[in-house]
């Protein structure tokens, strides 16, 4: 077990509404990605965020938003939701140390949430 | 900007024998980070081995190990005596050395595993 956790496990929901995402990292990490792995895929990079704030972002569209709370857990929220949306969405936590010369340790991820869009 | 390469879709093994995963990958950075995890059938990506890019010796976990020829871009994964409870998903996955917005894994398209009895 790698200390990260997410909810739900699963997730069923209809073309165009919106949907929230919760990860909690592990104690220490101050960094949390979010990752989407469509079926016999490859994880693909959504964003970063580290200190509340999003420090990077793949190519994906402004629907696809985030948070980062004090504690350094973590929301992904998804509107207009696509049947396209339809993946796995993992989440993974790291710690960030900038003093070390901007060195950033492994990535831990959690179990996942399944989503499905009809 | 970088790529990660799986060439090998589907690979089976005996129980007990060593197989080896390929993995190739391009980037134009001299130093950064590869991982291999692993990814059974419960979802929950595994890290199994890692290895610095400035680092010669190949990384070795237990009955895991790596070859890496930084020349070449290559990063295989060797694991001897296999297990069944080795069988699963595995991605080779590239990090940039530093951190923020070049943080993030890129992932190959995975290598599924079957061991069999």
Request: net charge neutral; charged share 15%; hydrophobic share 30%.
């Amino acid at each position: 077990e790698t200390g990260v956790t997410q909810s739900p496990t699963h997730l069923i929901k209809t073309r165009g509404q919106q949907v929230t995402l919760r990860c909690s990292s592990q104690s220490g990490h101050n960094t949390v990605s979010w990752y989407q792995q469509a079926l016999g895929q490859g994880p693909q990079f959504i964003f970063q965020y580290y200190r509340e704030e999003e420090n990077g972002r793949g190519n994906f569209p402004p629907r696809f938003s985030g948070l980062q709370f004090p504690n350094y857990s973590s929301e992904l929220n998804v509107n207009a939701l696509e049947l396209d949306d339809s993946a796995l969405y993992l989440c993974a936590s790291s710690l960030w140390v900038i003093q070390d010369l901007n060195h950033q340790e492994t990535q831990y991820f959690g179990p996942g949430t399944r989503l499905l869009v009809l | 900007a970088q790529t990660v390469t799986q060439s090998q879709p589907e690979m089976s093994v005996q129980e007990a024998e060593t197989v080896t995963l390929s993995c190739t990958y391009d980037t134009s950075e001299s130093d950064y980070y590869l991982f291999w995890y692993k990814q059974p059938p419960s979802r929950q990506m595994i890290l199994v081995i890692r290895q610095e890019a400035y680092k010669q010796q190949n990384a070795t976990e237990n009955r895991f190990s790596v070859n890496f020829q930084k020349a070449a871009k290559s990063f295989s994964l060797k694991i001897s005596d296999s297990q069944l409870g080795d069988a699963a998903m595995y991605f080779c996955a590239y990090r940039s050395v530093h951190g923020g917005s070049q943080g993030n894994l890129i992932f190959g398209k995975g290598t599924k595993l079957s061991v069999k009895p």
